[in-house]
């Protein structure tokens, strides 16, 4: 089976009525668990736009708590596993600041937390690779902008 497009889709997409995009949606989110996650961000981004980085840094948070970093390779699991809820979770969400912002958010938990104090080179290339992310995405911003992020960027540099 061939799967087609995006234009096709779109096209198809926009021979349905009202109703019968409603209901395809909605079958959307009963698919899968980030569907239903990008489509509540959506709706209600415009009455609350900090909903998601909200909702975001209290779950990571939440998992941070819960995460073994007493040994070495316990830290390096947990760090993992939490980097691949952040990657998922910055999916969700297509504007560069709430992106920044869970990205600088991931790697001040990181050094709270001690995770980087066991001196293991997957921790620090982890925590290198998210801040590097982070960077990245501040050199697209506005001046002013990056000029903003840079006290949060050296002080997790040092």
């Known amino acids: 089976m061939k799967i087609p497009s995006l234009a096709q889709l779109k096209k198809e ?3 349905l009525n009202e109703k019968e995009l409603i209901d395809l949606v909605a079958d959307l ?24 980085l909200e909702m975001v840094q209290e779950e990571l948070e939440l998992d941070f708590q819960t995460a073994r970093g007493d040994h070495s390779y316990y830290a390096k699991k947990s760090a993992q596993k939490l980097r691949r809820k952040m990657n998922k979770l910055l999916k969700l969400s297509k504007v560069k600041t709430d992106q920044i912002e869970v990205l600088l ?38 001046e002013d902008l990056q000029f903003d ?10």
């Open 13 to 15: 997409l926009s021979y």
């Open 29 to 52: 989110s009963k698919f899968s668990r980030d569907n239903k996650s990008y489509l509540f961000f959506k709706l209600n981004e415009k009455d609350n736009p900090t909903l998601y």
């Open 105 to 142: 958010f991931f790697c001040e938990k990181l050094k709270e937390y001690g995770f980087l104090r066991h001196r293991n080179q997957v921790l620090d290339n982890i925590y290198q690779m998210q801040l590097g992310k982070a960077v990245k995405l501040i050199s697209g911003l506005h």
């Open 149 to 158: 992020y840079e006290g949060r960027i050296e002080e997790l540099t040092s």
